[in-house]
């Protein structure tokens, strides 16, 4: 289960932070963080509930300002940018959310239509008959085009959720909770599509998770969120190599229970 070497250029910075701060009332979510992402990267965040995972995402997207800092995403500093250009820059950006719910009414092959109609005016049908074949087979379901969203499994969804997103060719992956509520064999089959997207698509990506096993499987480098910070940054096994109370509890939930 060891992430296989990607092929990351650490000259270039897709996602870069500097001391961004952020707080709700008197709760200081984020008491500077600065992070990089690289182009080519999987980097996983870990971080207890409520420690600001959701609004580094949210920040990094244009969703949230930030107190202080800066945050720079594909060379564009979010947050002076103009409502437009971030709109343009979000089309960049591929969401995957743990509730990016698919249309229910719709069939599988009109939930991967959608982004694409609304997003590129002059596409002709032949290239969106191409383009959802592609991300189908992508995410190894071109099985499932004319089903409906009810009829598919729960990792299935997830798939269909992830070529939605594959659809409009990002450069840039945010996966928010990929594996929470998968049974164990669907968790590995999803951490090793996300594994396949970074090496097919070329993609940059930011996971958020509480599961080790995804860290480990789909990591190229861990960033753990402590008080507010990122306090411990690196390899897998750097980032667990430590007697720090507030990391230890992580590794041996999941792995000696
Ligand atoms: N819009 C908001 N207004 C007020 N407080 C907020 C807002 N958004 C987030 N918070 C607070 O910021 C803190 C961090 O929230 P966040 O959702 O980022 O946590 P998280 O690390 O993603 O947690 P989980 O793992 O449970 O999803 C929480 O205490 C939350 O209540």
Redesign the pocket.
């Known amino acids: 289960m060891e992430k296989k070497k990607a092929n990351i250029d650490r000259n270039n910075g897709v996602i870069k932070l500097r001391g961004v701060e952020k707080s709700?009332?008197d709760?200081d979510?984020l008491r500077g963080i600065d992070l990089d992402l690289y182009q080519g990267e999987n980097l996983v965040v870990l971080?207890?509930?409520?420690?600001?995972?959701?609004?580094?995402i949210?920040l990094i997207s244009g969703l949230?300002s930030p107190d202080a800092g800066t945050i720079e995403v594909l060379g564009n500093e979010v947050t002076t940018i103009t409502e437009r250009e971030l709109e343009e820059l979000r089309i960049r950006i591929g969401f995957s959310f743990q509730n990016s719910a698919l249309y229910d009414s719709m069939t599988v092959r009109k939930n991967l239509e959608f982004p694409l109609v609304r997003n590129r005016k002059n596409i002709t049908r032949a290239e969106i008959d191409k383009n959802v074949q592609e991300v189908l087979e992508a995410v190894g379901l071109s099985q499932t085009i004319n089903q409906m969203p009810a009829e598919l499994s729960g990792g299935q969804r997830k798939r269909i959720g992830i070529a939605r997103t594959l659809i409009l060719n990002p450069e840039i992956m945010l996966y928010d909770?990929p594996t929470a509520g998968l049974d164990p064999i669907t968790c590995i089959e999803i951490n090793e599509l996300i594994n396949e997207v970074q090496e097919r698509y070329n993609t940059s990506s930011i996971i958020?998770t509480?599961d080790l096993t995804c860290a480990k499987m789909t990591g190229d480098r861990i960033a753990m969120?402590l008080d507010g910070q990122f306090q411990r940054v690196g390899a897998f096994e750097e980032v667990f190599a430590t007697t720090d109370p507030r990391v230890t509890p992580f590794y041996d939930y999941n792995f000696i229970q």
């Open positions: 709700f009332a709760y979510v971080g207890r509930s409520g420690t600001g995972k959701s609004v580094l949210k949230l909770e958020i509480h969120l």
